[in-house]
């Protein structure tokens, strides 16, 4: 009779810092295919969104790994500490960006308000060249109700509770 050989199974906060990865990297190349693929160029706050995301993988994936190979808690406690807050501040990013798309508040002056005159004509076709304004108040694409930095809200949101959840189960865990 054969004996199986045990498997250990992945623990839930390793899971859940698996899918902080999956998810970070999901919205990244979503933006990816928005962009070069729907044609929706990005604005700079629509940029500066992705940062969290770009940071959170290779974090979310180190923190799988030491879940997994049973790393001190404190250090797995940090690692979820780090991610909830590259998430909330994804959602922060968002929300002010959602806002200046509403008309609460004005957005930065390099990709809202009012569009200021060229100066010259002679500096004019230059200028020109060399300028690219995309709108960060202009809503590109809406999905039931919200632009896409709307859904970033939500979708940061979402996973900065799912970093919460891996922070508080990892501080839970007996010593």
């Not at 045990?6 to 990816?32: D, E, F, H, K």
Request: hydrophobic share 55%.
């Amino acid at each position: 009779m054969a004996t199986a050989t045990p498997t250990r199974r992945w623990p839930p906060a390793a899971i859940a810092a698996l899918l902080l990865a999956a998810a970070s990297t999901a919205i990244v190349l979503g933006a990816q295919v928005f962009q070069h693929v729907v044609g929706i160029p990005p604005c700079p706050l629509c940029l500066e969104q992705r940062i969290p995301h770009y940071a959170a993988v290779p974090i979310a994936l180190i923190v799988a790994m030491a879940v997994q190979r049973r790393a001190p808690r404190g250090l797995v406690a940090a690692g979820f500490g780090l991610l909830a807050l590259a998430m909330l501040t994804a959602a922060g990013i968002g929300g002010y960006h959602a806002g200046v798309e509403w008309g609460f508040w004005p957005g930065p002056s390099d990709c809202s308000g009012e569009i200021k005159a060229f100066g010259t004509a002679g500096s004019l076709l230059q200028q020109m060249q060399t300028t690219s304004v995309i709108r960060c108040d202009v809503v590109m694409f809406r999905f039931l109700g919200l632009s896409l930095a709307g859904w970033n809200v939500v979708m940061s949101t979402a996973l900065a509770g799912l970093a919460a959840w891996g922070f508080a189960r990892t501080l839970r865990q007996s010593a």
